[in-house]
């Protein structure tokens, strides 16, 4: 097993996760942590859809990530690890899982919101859990896809 990417896309599997990163990376496996969505066959389905030909997928709560992880049961040889929402990275830190780096790339409006860029909306939850994860060595960046600029995330919030 070997984690070489990790994401926050609150779309999780969609053209530049799907295509453009998968591509650029030679991603074998996708892993979507998202305790609702592991508990939704529907959205689970999409999702699998959405999964390009030849990529395994693998959808699972915190919980369940934090044990695979812990026990290498992932089966990519580089492996590709989407989260939906910043507070599940933290979760994991949390657990004792190690996230080197990770690439803030999609973070959607929503009420209470502040944007800061066309994919980028934090409430003040997640700026506290962006300090956190940089507090405990995880590099955050922001970054939409491959060919857009690679940018430190306190270009935009200070933390």
């Known amino acids: 097993m070997s984690i070489i990417f990790s994401r926050v896309d609150g779309r999780m599997i969609h053209g530049q996760v799907a295509i453009a990163w998968t591509r650029l990376l030679s991603i074998d496996e996708i892993v979507v942590i998202d305790d609702e969505i592991a508990e939704d066959e529907t959205q689970a389905m999409l999702l699998e859809l959405a999964t390009p030909a030849g990529i395994d997928l693998k959808i699972c709560s915190v919980d369940e990530a934090v044990e695979l992880i812990e026990e290498d049961e992932l089966e990519g040889s580089k492996t590709m690890v989407v989260y939906r929402y910043i507070k599940d990275a933290v979760r994991m830190v949390e657990a004792g899982i190690e ?3 990770l690439n803030i790339g999609g973070v959607y ?6 944007q800061y860029n066309k994919a980028l909306c934090l409430d003040s939850n997640d700026i506290e ?4 994860l940089k507090s405990k060595g995880v590099s955050l960046f922001y970054q939409v896809a491959p060919m ?4 430190a995330l306190t270009k935009y919030v200070s933390f």
Not at 109 to 114: P, Q, Y
Not at 129 to 132: E, F, W
Not at 148 to 151: D, H, P, V
């Open 109 to 114: 409006f929503a009420e209470g919101k502040t």
């Open 129 to 132: 859990d962006l300090k956190y």
């Open 99 to 101: 996230i080197g780096e």
């Open 148 to 151: 857009n600029e690679k940018e």
